[in-house]
């Protein structure tokens, strides 16, 4: 989003530059720069469209005359790792009227929340009824099988409308191959960045190292499942990759491929709040 439609969302909104810094908790001459000259960090431009989707919520459930839910608070909700206490509030939210009109004005009058996470949160996001019924390890392996299945199925595309290929029974099977390969080794990765979240807190080379053992992981469960998977329908490993795995050179350009993409993921990681 630009500077010039957050303003003409504010303003259609009837929102004052003052009511989206409090909510923010920023300066108002932050939201002012944004808006005129749209030279503001990226986890600031978040952060402050997140503070005018806040209010514009607020604003639509005020006029529908929603009562707010004292379960719905945000102070009230479960820790993800706490899944007990997630399944009692998700019976809760489904037999609650005051929630359920909650989330129908939100669904109906409302423009979709911004994401305010990383990568992986933002690859979730597009996925229908993704929540409190997706938390934790789970949560990171769906991020990353999709994430991973979006790019693999891009590449293909991309080389099917190049010409490069031609659309055969053969070609259909090996890119089901693909994909399977795809979701299971991005999710092994997703998972990786799960398990490694502890590390993302401590600044900049936290959350590289952490990035960069995601897509490491990945690689390896990808080497692992395309070289057995092959072995396994007995399709014999092509030389050429063979030859790779042994030299010491294709696992210099291994690694230097992980810590590029690491390096990537890391940036794209990086806190709304930088």
């Not at 960090?41 to 707010?68: I, N, Q």
């Not at 929540?131 to 199925?153: D, E, F, K, Q, T």
């Not at 998977?229 to 050179?249: C, I, N, Q, T, W």
């Amino acid at each position: 989003m630009t500077g010039t439609e957050f303003r003409r969302l504010r303003e259609q909104a009837g929102i004052s530059r003052e009511q989206v810094a409090g909510e923010a908790g920023v300066a108002v001459d932050l939201v002012h720069a944004w808006e005129r000259s749209g030279r503001v960090p990226r986890g600031s431009r978040l952060a402050l469209d997140h503070a005018l989707w806040t209010l514009e919520r607020d604003a639509a459930l005020a006029k529908a005359g929603v009562p707010r839910c004292p379960r719905a608070v945000p102070g009230a909700l479960p820790a993800p790792r706490d899944q007990a206490a997630v399944d009692d509030l998700l019976r809760h939210l489904d037999g609650c009227g005051a929630c359920r009109a909650h989330d129908d004005v939100v669904r109906t009058r409302v423009r979709p929340e911004p994401v305010t996470g990383g990568i992986l949160a933002q690859a979730m996001s597009y996925v229908p009824g993704y929540g409190l019924r997706h938390s934790g390890w789970r949560a990171s392996a769906c991020a990353g099988a999709l994430l991973v299945l979006a790019l693999s199925g891009t590449g293909i595309v991309a080389l099917l409308a190049a010409g490069l290929f031609t659309l055969s029974p053969a070609l259909v099977a090996a890119a089901l191959g693909v994909f399977l390969v795809c979701t299971v080794s991005g999710a092994v990765g997703g998972i990786t960045h799960h398990l490694t979240r502890r590390m993302r807190r401590r600044g900049a080379a936290g959350r590289y190292a952490s990035a960069t053992l995601s897509v490491y992981a990945y690689l390896v469960a990808a080497l692992a499942l395309f070289t057995g998977g092959s072995l396994l329908v007995g399709v014999p490993v092509d030389e050429g990759f063979r030859g790779m795995l042994a030299d010491p050179v294709g696992w210099a350009i291994f690694a230097v491929v992980g810590a590029f993409f690491g390096a990537a993921l890391a940036g794209a990681e990086r806190s709304p709040g930088r």
